[in-house]
């Protein structure tokens, strides 16, 4: 099979032939037509993510999406010709999604939505699943609550604004005055993200603070989120707390917090199924209507997958999928 291997930081994508995987008992082989770029699959090319295990020449990319060839002999919840999505590898060591083919653990997938392309499933893997792990998994989000997202039309906060609307809550997001629109138009009520806490916390909670906070960038927004947390109820949720952070604002408030580290089920081989149990999950929301990626203008092909990468690291409105 084809496969695009990084062989040094920030080195060019080389086209290789490699061996085609055949799949373990617990493995399905996936024909993958579209591969997502995170900001880690940039990150682990520049070789800056060592939390990511992915030591270079590698294979690089985590989502996919695409069509089962064959499976496993242990595997009875997919078949050849199935159309599915996942966070598959990339990190720790395991072949990405820069290639014809992969073998991915089967607890991985999920039934790809039929309502979406799969440039559009290959975008949403490891966003959805961050934004799940805390919104649902953590914050345990529900009907009647106030949710702010900080950078809600970035990756992990476009889903996560979706995600937090479809469970009923009333949704926040901070975002540059340029992509107001962006969440606006998913019914979130729009913060400029230059306003000072305080002020967008009394304007929009009454001095009160929101049920839920999740914070997609850390550092001082981090910070941020610990003032603008409800009392004694609260809870914020990051999935980015790098950095040392002074808790006594949060503990003044008698607030929780949750932290999010999606790679831990790849790194680990722990916890995969409930990636898949989400997926599945995302998929129903994706079929109603209520889930969708945020895609980037510009569609990128096999031949241009250095382009996209530099586009990805530059900062892109909307998620970048290479088309396989």
């Not at 603070?209 to 850390?218: I, R």
């Not at 707390?241 to 932290?259: E, I, Q, V």
Request: net charge negative; with cysteine.
């Amino acid at each position: 099979m084809k496969a695009f291997v990084v062989e040094v930081p920030h080195g060019e994508f080389r086209k290789v032939e490699l061996e085609t995987p055949t799949p373990a008992a617990d493995q399905v082989v996936v024909r993958i037509l579209a591969s997502g770029i995170n900001p880690l699959d940039t990150k682990i090319r520049a070789g800056e993510a060592g939390h990511a295990k992915q030591p270079l020449p590698a294979v690089l990319g985590l989502d996919m999406a695409g069509v089962v060839e064959s499976v496993g002999a242990h595997v009875t919840a997919f078949r050849a010709g199935d159309e599915v999505y996942g966070m598959v590898g990339g990190v720790g060591g395991q072949q990405g999604t820069l290639a014809e083919f992969v073998a991915a653990d089967a607890a991985l997938l999920a039934h790809k939505p039929a309502k979406l392309t799969m440039r559009q499933a290959a975008a949403l893997p490891l966003v959805t699943i961050t934004a799940w792990e805390g919104l649902v998994d953590r914050a345990k989000v529900h009907a009647g609550q106030t949710v702010l997202v900080h950078a809600g039309a970035g990756g992990v906060g476009y889903a996560a604004v979706q995600i937090a609307l479809a469970y009923g809550a009333k949704v926040f997001a901070t975002v540059s005055e340029d992509k107001r629109g962006i969440v606006e138009s998913l019914g979130a009520v729009a913060i400029d993200r230059n306003t000072a806490v305080t002020d967008y916390v009394a304007e929009h909670t009454g001095g009160e603070g929101f049920d839920v906070v999740y914070d997609t960038l850390g550092g001082a927004v981090l910070d941020a989120s610990f003032v603008a947390v409800k009392r004694y109820t609260g809870h914020v949720v990051s999935c980015l707390g790098w950095g040392t952070h002074a808790l006594a604002p949060l503990s003044f408030r008698g607030a929780t917090y949750s932290g999010v580290f999606t790679l831990m089920p790849l790194l680990t081989g722990k916890y995969r199924a409930h990636h898949g149990h989400i997926l599945e999950e995302a998929s129903k929301l994706a079929e109603q209507g209520k889930l969708k990626p945020l895609l980037a203008e510009q569609a990128f092909g096999r031949d241009e997958i250095g382009a996209a990468y530099d586009q990805v690291a530059k900062g892109s409105k909307g998620k970048v999928v290479i088309e396989l």
